[in-house]
């Protein structure tokens, strides 16, 4: 259905605001368009967000493990509640994972976990747009049925125009070496991203080449894992020279600032990572090692932690900020996302800037990054479809926080 979206102030990819019409023909931005006219009075219209590193179904898991490293994080907490997950719980889990990231403006997301089906029935109950990539580990013996699980959930999803498949090698410590390599042979069968956690904690590095023998940068790059279609998670333990290769081999860096930081693991290198050429973008990691969905509050703490480590107030310029939670994702996924551009995807989210936190209006977009109150987003499209105007339109949102809360009970008395 074509809209017709009348005194809106827009911000274009240029960063300027222009106020005029936008048009809507199906699911994308159109030069022209004639159908519903609704008049927004004067309200900001901008890209939705992309969160490029996440695990929705953690919500489940909020709150649980507080104060501790990645290790203890993992092995304590998460791995046992992991095993107790039923399909039912990842797609309730999902469903409120998803619910916040909307009412936060995140209109696209990458995430890597298990029970597929139950991810993407839960973003297309939402309304989402999104890569769910199968999380895949052989320590449990079990690493082969997980990647033709993975593939025949891309083959399903090949034609779908709102979630698509991925692969989601979970990292060097929880697959073999072997393992991880037939995952990235398999996944060159398929144009679609591939994304795994690459030296989060200040151990990995010195621990997999104890082990292996070599560095996990090198040994990654001897199997051909990085690529266009490569996203790594975290990176903040890669030096220079690594940077550099993967600048040249094409790949994407998710900057995950604030879990970085909750779980003690560091500063990802972000500065030289956009020095040498490497592609950023944002993401928030899960809601348990967060503990928030929202690509706004990383979009300012990840330039504030760079400056702050380098003593700089210039790191990392309003643009490239903006950029890193938008249109840098256009480059490693299969959607056209992160522009207003006539031909773009309608994935869109109309913010009153009447909110406290958005005046003066002089500056927009520093006070996108640095001030913005996700209060003052009012409506969130995604393909051309409303899919929040300060309540959800695809979902009950009450029943759905009842079911959660119930999933949530439940699996803490199951341990």
């Known amino acids: 259905m074509s809209k017709v979206l009348k005194n809106a102030l827009v911000l274009e990819k240029d960063f300027s605001l222009k106020k005029h019409t936008l048009y809507i023909e199906n699911d994308r931005i159109a030069d022209f368009a004639m159908g519903e006219v609704e008049d927004l009075d004067g309200m900001l219209i901008m890209p939705g967000l992309v969160n490029t590193h996440t695990h929705a179904a953690m919500t489940l898991f909020r709150g649980i493990a507080e104060?501790?490293?990645?290790?203890?994080?993992?092995?304590?907490?998460?791995?046992?509640?992991?095993?107790?997950l039923t399909e039912k719980d990842i797609y309730i889990g999902s469903l409120?994972?998803?619910?916040?990231?909307?009412?936060?403006?995140?209109?696209?997301?990458?995430?890597?976990?298990?029970?597929?089906?139950?991810?993407?029935?839960?973003?297309?109950?939402?309304?989402?747009?999104?890569?769910?990539?199968?999380?895949?580990?052989?320590?449990?013996?079990?690493?082969?049925?997980?990647?033709?699980?993975?593939?025949?959930?891309?083959?399903?999803?090949?034609?779908d125009l709102l979630v698509k498949g991925g692969f989601g090698p979970h990292a060097l410590y929880t697959c073999s070496t072997d393992y991880f390599k037939e995952i990235i042979d398999?996944?060159?069968?398929?144009?679609l991203p591939i994304t795994f956690h690459l030296l989060e904690s200040p151990d990995e590095r010195d621990n997999f080449k104890r082990e292996v023998g070599i560095e996990p940068v090198e040994f990654l790059d001897s199997i051909g894992a990085f690529g266009k279609n490569t996203i790594i998670a975290h990176g903040t333990h890669l030096n220079d020279d690594e940077l550099r290769l993967i600048s040249k081999r094409g790949s994407t860096l998710s900057y995950n600032p604030t879990s970085n930081a909750k779980l003690g693991n560091g500063i990802a290198p972000?500065?030289?990572?956009?020095?040498?050429?490497?592609?950023?973008?944002?993401?928030?990691?899960?809601?348990?090692?967060?503990?928030?969905?929202?690509i706004f509050s990383e979009m300012k703490f990840g330039p504030l932690?760079?400056?702050?480590?380098?003593h700089d107030p210039k790191i990392l310029k309003l643009e490239e900020i903006f950029k890193m939670g938008t249109s840098n994702a256009r480059k490693v996924l299969p959607f056209d996302v992160g522009?207003?551009?006539?031909?773009?995807?309608?994935?869109?989210?109309?913010?009153?800037?009447?909110?406290?936190?958005?005046?003066?209006?002089?500056?927009?977009l520093a006070n996108i990054v640095y001030a913005f109150d996700t209060a003052s987003i009012k409506r969130v499209m995604i393909g051309g479809k409303w899919v929040y105007d300060g309540e959800f339109l695809t979902v009950d949102g009450k029943k759905v926080i009842e079911d959660f809360e119930k999933a949530y009970s439940d699996l803490n008395a199951s341990l």
């Open 339 to 364: 522009t207003l551009e006539s031909g773009m995807l309608a994935d869109l989210i109309v913010v009153d800037i009447g909110n406290v936190s958005m005046v003066p209006k002089e500056n927009m």
């Open 270 to 294: 972000i500065k030289k990572a956009v020095e040498v050429g490497v592609n950023v973008t944002l993401g928030t990691d899960s809601a348990a090692s967060n503990n928030s969905l929202d």
């Open 67 to 84: 104060d501790v490293d990645l290790n203890e994080w993992l092995f304590k907490y998460i791995f046992p509640r992991e095993d107790k």
């Open 96 to 159: 409120v994972g998803f619910m916040e990231m909307v009412k936060n403006g995140i209109t696209t997301f990458v995430d890597m976990y298990f029970y597929e089906d139950a991810i993407a029935q839960a973003a297309k109950d939402i309304g989402i747009r999104g890569i769910v990539a199968r999380g895949l580990a052989d320590t449990d013996g079990k690493g082969e049925k997980k990647l033709l699980l993975a593939e025949e959930f891309i083959k399903k999803h090949k034609d």
């Open 305 to 310: 932690l760079q400056r702050a480590k380098f």
């Open 186 to 191: 398999v996944s060159k069968n398929y144009d």
